[in-house]
């Protein structure tokens, strides 16, 4: 039954339990105009209550549970705040349908709309399928401009699967894009995708280049990323600034985290990436352009199969950034760590790495100082993948410190092409060219 705007406001009135400006919603209710509510008031919502209609609730502190669907997404909200600190993504019925994006996305972007009142859009433990990309953005008049926001979930850095998984079902796009983010947080958050790593032998496996490293589903190009910040160029140059990543897991996407891909904006500067878990995927981690200065990766870990950890220098501008790296674990099948091309703009720093059953540590290659200190290189066997190349470098200023470079319990040859300094650092067999 339809309940016009005045009867709705007069019934609320007279059931508020405590103040008579503050309303209670206890059942379905239509709204398809604008509803002002006074400075101040709290909108209650019942175990049964539920809004609906075209139009737009102006004001009011929003009282209701975080479990609850409370909103259809055909309204537009503008309160002037929530009873607790979140906006939760079931307000709009996220968890209930087939296909999530629209709740997300709308969630998203009225936390976005609302900043001066709203900041936490918080999604409760569950899993939701969507397919269209998710976007952390503003536009004003056709240009984008900044955006905050923060984005977090249950699930701890551990979980695989029992806390908040965003379900990519798309083999196409992004799972999670920002552009021109200040200050956004995300964090508790499992994200994953489509993409499924080659499978085969370790000897066909650990010998796969990294161009014929594809989808085994041969569904996802190589442009599909889990979060990418800064994904489109068209508008203006301007990118990402201060944006913070942690504790959150990302797989099965051709590369699970992306920065400034799109060859055109700059800044990207000042992010940080803390406990970030790399599932499967063709690259864990990638950069693009000069201006990502100041980043920081603290605590990356993979235990999945992907080709490359992390990629720098050969996306978008193919500029080197200047990267910290320090902390992380790497096992399962990861086939190189590094693909690096420094030329004329920053260096990489790299630290405190533990990896085991990897091919190779990969491609250093650099103009300017390069420090790679307190790491720990396992190889798998020749025997059973065959003679790889330990590393190609090019520069003596590439310098390894306290590192160690082992087969297990084997003294078979270590084979290096190209040129790097070491400094107490220790071979497991005959080091070769």
Not at 196 to 223: H, I, L, Q, V
Request: include cysteine; charge should be positive.
């Amino acid at each position: 039954m339809k309940t016009s705007l005045l009867i709705l406001v007069a019934l609320t009135a007279i059931i508020s339990p405590t103040f008579s400006q503050d309303i209670f919603i206890n059942k379905d209710t239509l709204i398809n105009n604008t509803w002002k509510i006074p400075s101040g008031a709290i909108i209650k919502f019942g175990s049964k209550g539920h809004i609906s209609g075209t139009g737009t609730i102006r004001g009011g502190i929003i009282d209701a549970s975080l479990e609850q669907w409370i909103f259809d997404t055909t309204l537009t909200i503008i309160p002037e705040g929530t009873y607790g600190k979140d906006f939760s993504a079931k307000w709009f019925g996220a968890g209930r349908v087939k296909d999530n994006s629209n709740a997300l996305q709308k969630g998203i972007n009225t936390v976005l709309a609302n900043n001066e009142t709203l900041r936490n859009f918080y999604i409760p433990k569950g899993t939701y399928n969507y397919g269209t990309p998710l976007i952390i953005a503003n536009t004003y008049k056709g240009q984008y401009s900044g955006s905050t926001i923060h984005m977090y979930g249950e699930t701890s850095f551990w979980d695989c699967c029992s806390g908040t998984t965003l379900r990519y079902m798309s083999t196409g796009g992004f799972a999670l894009g920002l552009q021109l983010n200040k200050g956004t947080e995300i964090n508790n958050l499992a994200i994953t995708g489509q993409f499924k790593s080659p499978a085969g032998t370790d000897t066909a496996y650990y010998n796969t280049p990294f161009e014929k490293y594809k989808d085994a589903n041969g569904k996802c190009g190589d442009y599909y990323f889990g979060i990418v910040i800064d994904f489109d160029g068209s508008k203006n140059v301007g990118g990402s600034t201060g944006v913070k990543i942690h504790d959150v897991a990302v797989s099965n996407f051709t590369i699970d985290y992306m920065v400034s891909p799109n060859g055109k904006t700059f800044n990207a500067d000042i992010l940080i990436f803390e406990n970030i878990k790399c599932g499967d995927a063709k690259v864990g981690f990638a950069s693009g352009q000069a201006q990502e200065k100041g980043n920081i990766i603290r605590g990356i870990y993979s235990w999945g199969s992907l080709h490359t950890l992390i990629s720098i220098g050969h996306y978008g501008k193919s500029q080197a950034g200047y990267y910290t790296i320090d902390g992380g674990n790497i096992a399962g099948r990861c086939i190189r760590l590094f693909d690096i091309s420094q030329s004329g703009w920053y260096a990489t720093s790299i630290s405190n790495l533990y990896s085991e059953s990897i091919a190779s540590i990969g491609n250093v290659y650099s103009q300017i100082p390069t420090a790679i200190n307190n790491c720990n290189f396992h190889f798998v066997y020749a025997k059973v993948i065959g003679k790889q190349t330990i590393l190609n470098s090019n520069n003596d200023k590439i310098k390894f410190s306290n590192c160690i470079f082992r087969y297990y319990g084997s003294k078979e040859d270590m084979k290096f092409a190209g040129y790097a300094t070491y400094d107490n650092c220790f071979f497991s067999g005959t080091v070769v060219k």
